[in-house]
């Protein structure tokens, strides 16, 4: 079973940061993507970052380089660093990895709990 678990959000005023983790783990053989996505309240969930095995990342066009998706040596942790936030970001944030269990398993996607993140103006 994989585990990924989210920290890091909060209350923040409009211009401020905040910096989200997300931890996997558990029985992973080898992870092919992770990612964040966020869904504000009556909206679809959608793509913020994601970061593929081979290091290549992807962000949404919406973010105007405010948020920097990263991870640790071991590709087990994505950090998202949000920067300049604004009160449109406030959703509940989501991680997302693809990954397999075992050798003979196909790929599959496993998502967190998700964080709230609320900004005020």
């Known amino acids: 079973q994989v585990q990924l678990v989210e920290s890091g959000g909060g209350l923040v005023q409009a211009g401020g940061s905040l910096r989200l983790s997300c931890a996997a783990s558990?029985?992973?053989?080898?992870?092919?993507?992770m990612g964040w996505y966020r869904q504000a309240p009556g909206k679809q969930r959608d793509l913020v970052a994601t970061i593929i095995s081979d290091g290549r990342i992807n962000y949404a066009d919406s973010l105007e380089g405010r948020f920097t998706i990263s991870r640790n040596n071991a590709k087990t942790t994505v950090y998202l660093q949000m920067n300049n936030l604004k009160p449109e970001d406030t959703a509940v944030y989501y991680c997302?990895?693809?990954?397999?269990?075992?050798?003979?398993?196909?790929?599959?996607?496993?998502w967190g709990q998700g964080t709230q993140v609320t900004v005020s103006s």
């Open positions: 997302k990895g693809t990954m397999r269990t075992t050798y003979y398993n196909p790929s599959l996607d496993y």
């Open positions: 558990g029985r992973i053989f080898s992870i092919n993507a």
